[in-house]
């Protein structure tokens, strides 16, 4: 099983606030992917990506995918209450998917 | 349009008791069906996946089944549940690639 470690594990900011959160593992992933989750629902998948060093956007959301395909970052821009949830990280072969611990991020109001 | 349907979405159980939870998927054919359970606000443990109807990959060593009679129903069964089976069940299916969409999730509590 290759280990996905992700931090903080929780982040509490103010609305139009920024944040990062980071996902790191030892293993080079042919891909990751990043899932957000809201209490009591399954993860909804937000993007895959692929390449090293590749950057996407959605939205106010940016993705960055490592070098070295070993780690991740995700960085939010101006958060709103709506961006609050658990931010999962996960990858590996696509049959055995390995989730990292999440974020949980609070945006205030 | 695809869609996961899981049931049912939440469940009190006693110690020892039997367990059926069920998902079932539309909208695509030939899917790979996966059960997880998660920890409470922590990531998910992959259980169970099934690339084909009665192809059962088994995970992680427990007092859990699982069983796929139809190309798009997926069953996670136990005998006799534990304390620690207690979690938040997830269904979820992929086509080509990674995991795409996940069901809403059955949470069982174990007493």
């Known amino acids: 099983t290759q280990l996905l470690e992700q931090s903080p594990q929780f982040l509490s900011i103010q609305e139009g606030e920024n944040l990062t959160v980071y996902c790191n593992s030892s293993?080079?992933?042919?891909?990751l992917q990043w899932y957000r989750q809201e209490p009591g629902e399954g993860p909804v998948l937000l993007v895959t990506v692929v390449t090293g060093g590749e950057v996407k956007k959605l939205k106010r959301l940016t993705f960055q995918f490592g070098d070295a395909r070993k780690d991740s970052s995700l960085h939010i821009t101006a958060a709103q209450p709506g961006d609050t949830g658990l931010y999962l990280c996960?990858?590996?072969?696509?049959?055995?998917?390995?989730f990292g611990a999440g974020t949980t991020v609070t945006v205030r109001a | 349009s695809q869609t996961i349907h899981q049931w049912p979405a939440t469940l009190v159980q006693p110690v020892g008791s039997p367990l059926s939870l069920e998902c079932t998927v539309e909208?695509?054919?030939?899917?790979?069906l996966y059960w997880y359970r998660q920890a409470a606000g922590r990531g998910l443990q992959l259980l169970f996946y099934?690339?084909?109807?009665?192809?059962i990959s088994s995970e992680v060593p427990q007092n859990l089944s699982a069983s796929r009679p139809q190309d798009r129903q997926f069953i996670l069964s136990s005998k006799k549940l534990l304390l620690s089976d207690s979690g938040f069940y997830l269904c979820a299916w992929s086509v080509a690639g990674p995991i795409q969409f996940f069901g809403p999730g059955t949470r069982l509590t174990v007493l």
């Open positions: 996960a990858g590996g072969p696509d049959y055995k998917l390995s």
């Open positions: 293993s080079v992933f042919s891909s």
């Open positions: 099934s690339v084909g109807i009665g192809q």
């Open positions: 909208g695509t054919s030939n899917p790979n």
